[in-house]
């Protein structure tokens, strides 16, 4: 017999442990940032902006009270669309998230409030622009300058609210937050021009 030691035999490498596997994303629960809502929202404060400068402009000079109004609508407008421009840059990039259910209805309720309080308190721009009559520009701007933090928080949350591939419910409530604060914004432009148009005081 020979002394020689047989060739071991090479033993296969232990196998690597199996990675976690991931969790499949459920896309029935998922839905898509839209950049739509942004950028609707914030098209229409930036020519908000725009014109409601254009209409202070032709303010009278003895009316503080009036260019203060004036200015703050502004700076409202200012704020939603530096929000809205955030979000329509944060949306383009499309990852899935979660659903939206607060902010659509958020947003329709703060604008709800802003667009009946505006309402309420305007009777005279419409008594300017359809009965021939002369409203008052401070009384005119009174909602969306009393209630601008609502007003504003308003757009920004409908905005915020429109996704893609969600319940159509909650997109209809977040377009029509959107829809109500458009009526108050152009309310108060009209309402600035008029005044700067001296037709009313």
Same mark, same amino acid.
């Given at each position: 017999m020979s002394d020689v030691a047989p060739p071991a035999v090479p033993?296969?490498?232990?196998?690597?442990?199996a990675a976690h596997p991931q969790?499949?994303?459920?896309?029935?629960?998922?839905?898509?940032?839209?950049?739509?809502?942004?950028?609707?929202v914030a098209g229409l404060a930036i020519v908000g902006i725009a014109l409601n400068v254009v209409g202070g402009a032709g303010f009278p000079s003895a009316a503080p009270?009036?260019?203060?109004?004036?200015?703050?609508?502004?700076?409202?407008?200012?704020?939603?669309?530096?929000?809205?421009?955030?979000?329509f840059g944060v949306s383009l990039r499309a990852r899935p998230v979660r659903p939206s259910l607060v902010f659509p209805w958020l947003g329709l309720g703060l604008a709800a409030v802003a667009v009946v309080f505006w309402a309420a308190t305007a009777g005279g721009m419409f008594d300017t622009v359809f009965l021939g009559g002369r409203g008052r520009y401070m009384e005119d701007v009174a909602g969306p300058f009393y209630l601008g933090v609502p /007003? +504003?928080?308003? @757009?920004?949350?409908?905005?915020?609210? $429109?996704?893609?591939?969600?319940?159509? *419910? #909650?997109? =209809? &409530?977040? /377009? +029509?937050?959107? @829809?109500?604060?458009?009526?108050?914004? $152009?309310?108060?432009?009209?309402?600035? *021009? #008029?005044? =700067? &148009?001296?037709? +009313?005081?």
């Open positions: 033993q296969p490498a232990p196998a690597a442990p969790p499949l994303l459920d896309l029935s629960r998922t839905a898509l940032p839209s950049p739509w809502g942004h950028a609707v009270v009036e260019w203060l109004m004036n200015a703050g609508i502004t700076i409202d407008l200012v704020a939603v669309a530096i929000a809205c421009g955030i979000g /007003w +504003t928080l308003g @757009a920004v949350f409908s905005a915020y609210g $429109v996704r893609g591939r969600t319940k159509p *419910l #909650l997109n =209809a &409530a977040a /377009w +029509t937050g959107i @829809a109500l604060w458009a009526i108050v914004l $152009v309310g108060a432009i009209a309402s600035a *021009l #008029l005044y =700067a &148009a001296d037709l +009313t005081d």
